[in-house]
């Protein structure tokens, strides 16, 4: 009967210990949720044409154009943007994974970080790397920059890329 009362307390021992150690790992959520909301990630284009500024969750805080952006023709200052944007809230989320894994990654064996990496390449069909610089667009020209678009029916009700808002029946 003794063997069995110092098993119980071993493993009521273990269970203490790990509520502890749970305890511990989210005792940091408060800061945690403190330093998300205070993401900010500001991405310039090459030719500083264009800056995006996004924060937590990949929002969207300001779009600024320099006056060299009126220079462009309609369609390349909308391909420098979009890239931009997507640079800017690529980074930010980027950035918020680093924070969730600073936070939990040890305690749960999870690399946030990469598996946003991964799943952004899988989105735009790029290869899975940690960008050279988080605060600066890839250095292409706006035609070379453009988001891969995935293949879909051309008769969708949203699709305008003919420069055509009326369907055609």
């Known amino acids: 009967m003794s063997a069995h009362i110092d098993e119980l307390i071993a493993q009521f021992e273990n269970f203490q210990t790990k509520v502890r150690q749970a305890e ?4 940091g959520v408060g800061d945690m949720q ?3 909301a205070q993401v900010e990630n500001a991405v310039t284009s090459p030719d ?5 500024v996004a924060g937590a969750s990949g929002t969207v805080t300001d779009i600024r154009l320099a006056a060299g952006a009126a220079r462009l023709d309609t369609a390349q200052l909308s391909v420098l943007i ?3 944007l997507r640079e800017a809230v690529a980074g930010a989320v980027r950035q918020q994974a680093g924070i969730v894994d600073d936070a939990f990654g040890d305690a749960f064996g ?6 946003v990496r991964q799943a952004q390449a899988e989105a735009w069909g ?29 008769d969708d009700d ?3 890329d003919d420069n055509s808002i009326l369907r055609r029946d």
Not at 136 to 145: E, Y
């Open 48 to 52: 500083g044409a264009v800056t995006v």
């Open 110 to 115: 999870v690399n946030t970080s990469e598996q």
């Open 82 to 84: 979009m890239n931009t």
């Open 34 to 36: 403190e330093r998300i």
């Open 158 to 160: 949203d699709y305008f």
């Open 24 to 27: 511990a790992n989210f005792a």
């Open 126 to 154: 790029t290869e899975a790397e940690e960008p050279a610089s988080e605060h600066q667009a890839a250095q292409q020209t706006p035609r070379q920059a453009a988001p891969r678009r995935r293949p879909g029916p051309r």
